[in-house]
C-alpha cells in the first residue's frame, strides 16, 4: 500500500505521538491525509476549529521558532488555546517530579501536552503518567514531527513516497533517527551519509530495517547516486559545544552545488532549519531553485495540527 491509495478513516489508535516507532505505516498516512486536508481548508480560508475549546500545554526545555510557532499558530486555528511553559516557569526539573507534573497538568484540565526537550525518557515518562496526549516536540534521539512534515513535503513534490530515495549527510543525530524510522515505513529508501564516529545509532538502524531499505555509509557517492531528496541538519545540534575535530570530519559531507550536480534531475534539497549557511550547507543550495526548505518549514504547522487534530479531538 502507498499513500496515494490509502484511505483515510479519520482516527488512530495511539494515544501519544513519541517516537515514529509506535507508529504503523497506516497511522503515518492518516497523519499526512489530514495534514493535507487541514492545509488545504486553510488555504481555502474555511474554519477548522476541530480542537474548539482544547487547551495545549506546550513545555519548552530547549527554545525554539519552528516549534513554538506552528504548535501555538496550530492550537489557535484549530479553535484551541495554548498554554507556554518554559522552562523557568514551571517547577519541572527543578524539584518536582515529571510524574507530579503529569498529574497536576491532568487536574488542570488540560487536553494535550506537547515537550520540546533533552532527554526522549523525560516524554517516555511524562507519557506514562499523562491522561492526556503528550507530544513529542524533540528531543536528543528524535524529532517525529519534523519528519512528518517532510513527509508531506516530499509527497507534495513528487506525488508518491514509496520508491523514492533520500540521502541525509552529516551527523547521525535525532533527524537521522526519524528519517530513517519514518522514510522506511513509508515506502523510501533512505541513507545516512556520516563520517565514522558520527554514524546514528546501530539499535535505531536495526529497527528502521525492520520496515524497509535503509543503510549507513561513509561513501559520499554512494550515497547522492539517485538520489531525489537530499536532506542534511546542523553539524552541532542544540547545546553541543563547536569542536574542531567533529567540524573536520563532518565538512566533506557538506551539500554544495557539486553533491547536488550527482543527484537524480528532479532532486529536492530539505533542511529542518535553522541552517548554517557554509557549513552543512551552502548559500548556493539553500537559497537555490531545487531548494524546498520553506515549504517544508511551512508544513511543520500543517502536520502538527494533524497531529494535535487526530489526538486531542475526542480527548
Do not use: W
Not at 501519544?16 to 499526512?32: F, S
Not at 484549530?78 to 517547577?91: C, E, R
Not at 536528543?140 to 512534515?149: E, I, N, R
Not at 531525489?228 to 553541543?240: A, L
Amino acid at each position: 500500500m502507498d499513500i496515494s491509495s490509502y484511505k483515510p478513516t479519520g482516527k488512530i489508535t495511539n494515544k501519544h505521538m513519541l517516537t515514529l516507532r509506535d507508529y504503523t505505516t497506516e497511522e503515518i498516512y492518516e497523519i499526512l491525509h489530514a495534514a493535507i486536508m487541514l492545509k488545504q481548508k486553510q488555504h481555502a480560508g474555511k474554519k477548522h476549529n476541530y480542537l474548539k475549546g482544547k487547551t495545549l500545554a506546550m513545555i519548552f526545555s530547549k527554545s525554539s521558532t519552528r516549534t513554538r510557532v506552528s504548535f501555538e499558530q496550530g492550537i489557535k486555528q484549530l479553535g484551541g488555546s495554548a498554554l507556554v511553559l518554559q522552562q523557568g516557569d514551571i517547577q519541572l526539573g527543578r524539584g518536582e517530579t515529571i510524574h507530579d507534573t503529569a498529574l497536576v497538568l491532568n487536574r488542570y484540565g488540560i487536553d494535550g501536552i506537547m515537550i520540546r526537550t533533552f532527554k526522549q525518557s523525560d516524554v517516555d515518562e511524562l507519557a506514562k503518567y499523562s491522561a492526556c496526549p503528550v507530544i513529542n516536540g524533540l528531543t536528543d534521539d528524535y524529532h517525529p514531527c519534523q519528519v512528518l512534515a517532510d513527509l508531506m513535503t516530499v509527497y507534495e513534490q513528487f506525488g508518491k513516497l514509496e520508491g523514492l530515495k533520500m540521502a541525509y549527510f552529516g551527523d547521525g543525530n535525532n533527524m537521522a533517527h526519524s528519517l530513517m524510522l519514518g522514510g522506511a515505513k513509508a515506502g523510501m529508501e533512505v541513507v545516512c551519509c556520516c563520517p565514522e564516529g558520527y554514524t546514528p545509532s546501530e539499535e535505531v538502524v536495526a529497527e528502521a530495517q525492520k520496515y524497509g531499505k535503509v543503510s549507513v555509509t561513509d561513501s559520499v557517492d554512494e550515497a547522492i547516486k539517485d538520489c531525489n531528496v537530499i536532506y542534511t541538519d546542523v553539524f552541532f545540534s542544540m547545546g553541543q559545544e563547536k569542536s574542531k575535530d567533529k567540524l573536520k570530519a563532518l565538512m566533506p559531507y557538506q551539500v554544495n552545488e557539486a553533491l547536488m550536480a550527482k543527484a537524480a534531475r528532479n532532486a529536492v534539497f530539505m533542511h529542518c532549519l535553522p541552517a548554517h549557511r557554509g557549513e552543512e550547507v551552502t548559500e548556493g543550495v539553500i537559497d537555490g531553485a531545487q531548494s524546498i526548505v520553506f515549504e517544508e518549514a511551512e508544513n511543520r504547522l500543517h502536520a502538527q495540527k494533524a497531529v494535535m487534530y487526530l489526538l486531542m479531538k475526542n480527548k
